[in-house]
């Protein structure tokens, strides 16, 4: 069984850019979480979506956004980018929206901001 | 605001010592819980979980946590540690409010088990 996949696996953008990152669940999970892991900061919370709905986002500015997709895969989207945006960006799917489900995660991608 | 706090952000064991790795969380709500773990090149993986029953819970490659609830804690133990057990490992919880939950993962800790 596939696990969750991301990309790309690394991407360089300049101050101001946007950038677009994508992730694709395990098959049959309907929930996509996504964190942001900025050195020395553990995993942030960013959004979570879940049947095509944005469920809950975390404390980051609104040029922090994203969708999911009919057949559940997701997109991140940073707006306006800046420096301290630099960080390994994560992806989980869980099964559905129960609390109690576990979350398996992808690979990641990093996002450098020149 | 919700936090998980991981008191250790660095430990250097050698095998067979026993490990012990903190996790408090500041929630008044209804939580579950959960450790993650790191190995070197790997994805994160669920070590264990906690929902309900029973606070002693045991994970995979015989780690276990014990939830106490009156002191916000869910520490992750186990007796004796091996060399691949380094590795980072992350506490996290989900905080339930209002039929939805976020989830607040802790800093992490680094584990380094000298062989």
């Known amino acids: 069984e596939a696990g969750v996949t991301q990309s790309p696996t690394h991407l360089i953008k300049t101050r101001g850019q946007q950038a677009t990152l994508r992730c694709s669940p395990i098959?049959?999970?309907?929930?996509v979480y996504w964190y942001q892991q900025a050195l020395g900061l553990g995993l942030q919370f960013l959004l979570w979506y879940d049947e095509g709905e944005e469920r809950n986002r975390g404390n980051f500015p609104p040029r922090f956004s994203g969708r999911q997709f009919p057949n559940y895969s997701s997109e991140l989207n940073v707006n306006a980018l800046e420096l301290e945006d630099s960080a390994l960006y994560l992806c989980a799917s869980s099964l559905d929206r129960a609390h109690y489900n576990e979350q398996f995660f992808g690979p990641g991608t990093r996002l450098t901001v020149l | 605001a919700q936090s998980v706090s991981q008191h250790n952000h660095h430990v250097i064991l050698s095998e067979a010592a026993s490990l012990e790795l903190g996790c408090n969380y500041s929630y008044g709500g209804t939580v579950n819980l959960f450790w993650y773990v790191q190995y070197p090149g790997q994805h994160l993986q669920l070590l264990l979980k906690?929902?309900?029953?029973?606070?002693l819970v045991k994970g995979i490659k015989g780690f276990e946590a014990e939830f106490i609830k009156s002191k916000f804690s869910f520490n992750l133990r186990k007796p004796s540690v091996q060399w691949s057990d380094t590795a980072e490992y992350f506490c996290?919880?989900?905080?339930?409010?209002?039929?939805?939950?976020?989830?607040?993962f802790g800093a992490g800790t680094r584990l380094f088990v000298k062989a």
């Open positions: 098959s049959g999970h309907t929930s």
């Open positions: 906690y929902f309900s029953g029973d606070p």
């Open positions: 996290a919880v989900n905080a339930l409010k209002g039929g939805g939950f976020k989830t607040i």
